[in-house]
């Protein structure tokens, strides 16, 4: 199959593709030896069998753009809660400590019991307007992100499993940089959630935890010496959750046994190309 406008070489003819009066491909079919042309019948044949792939085209291309759009819409939302995320936090934030350093300037100015009454009121709406904003920003977007970059926070959630007992090695390069907010939280929320399971459901020992970038994608793998797939709980723990993210990317995660026990999550996540 190829483009449209298409010439038929020597000893081959030439279908259009069209479904809803557009031209998808050319469908280029090759006669017999000695066949000067086909016969009426088969010229039907294959005019049916190249509006059935011309729909079959159609369809895959319209399930494509509708990824890509997907693709898109994710990637934009993460970059705006970033931007809301830093707003809030750079602006909103620091406004509302210097609210409270404010009362308490006007405290002292305002001594006696009534006054004392509406200052704590005003220093508690702030104190809750304070927590609220925080809530906000981490339920945007995880702070630690931020402060510690994808590679950081990694080895933070290490840290605490390992406090549990598990043994847990981070096999991530020290100069990791995703420049894509999306992918970042995606791949944030995926290794985090692999790796919670690990100590919740595996029954297992050890854990490794690998990220790497390779041809433009993101790469992350969590490999446990636990009981598998099989055991209790394990299949479809969160994986929805981890399959969703990726696929919102256009990624992808597979998790398998491992030979002699264990189980491997990857999810791979393509780089926009501005981030390669």
């Known amino acids: ?70 693709e898109r819409i994710v990637r934009a939302r993460e970059e705006e809660r970033l931007r809301i995320r830093r707003d809030l936090h750079d602006g909103l934030g620091p406004l509302l ?76 390069p020290g100069d990791l940089a995703v420049d894509s907010a999306a992918v970042e939280v995606a791949a944030y929320r995926i290794v985090t959630e692999a790796m919670t399971n690990v100590a919740r459901h ?16 993101l790469r992350v793998e969590v490999a446990d010496d636990g009981t598998g797939l099989a055991s209790p709980h394990r299949d479809g723990v969160g994986l929805a959750s981890m399959r969703e993210r990726a696929d919102e990317l256009g990624g992808h995660v597979t998790v398998a046994d491992l030979e002699g026990g264990g189980t491997r999550v990857v999810a791979v996540l393509p780089l926009p190309e501005a981030s390669r």
């Open 202 to 217: 595996a029954r297992a020992g050890s854990c490794t935890v690998t990220l790497a970038l390779d041809a433009g994608r």
């Open 1 to 70: 199959m190829l483009g449209a406008d298409v010439r038929a070489p020597a000893g081959m003819a030439a279908f259009p593709l069209v479904s809803h009066g557009r031209q998808e491909g050319t469908l280029l079919v090759g006669r017999r030896s000695g066949q000067a042309r086909f016969d009426p019948g088969e010229q039907e044949l294959l005019a049916d069998l190249a509006g059935q792939i011309a729909v079959a085209v159609r369809a895959a291309r319209l399930a494509e753009d509708l990824r890509e759009s997907r």
């Open 97 to 172: 400590a210097a609210a409270s350093l404010q009362v308490d300037v006007l405290a002292d100015r305002m001594p006696g019991a009534e006054s004392s009454g509406l200052v704590a009121k005003v220093k508690s709406l702030i104190g809750q307007s304070v927590a609220d904003v925080r809530q906000v920003v981490h339920g945007l977007r995880p702070p630690s992100l931020d402060d510690l970059g994808l590679a950081g926070v990694v080895e933070e959630h290490a840290a605490a499993l390992r406090a549990a007992g598990l043994r847990v090695r981070v096999d991530c």
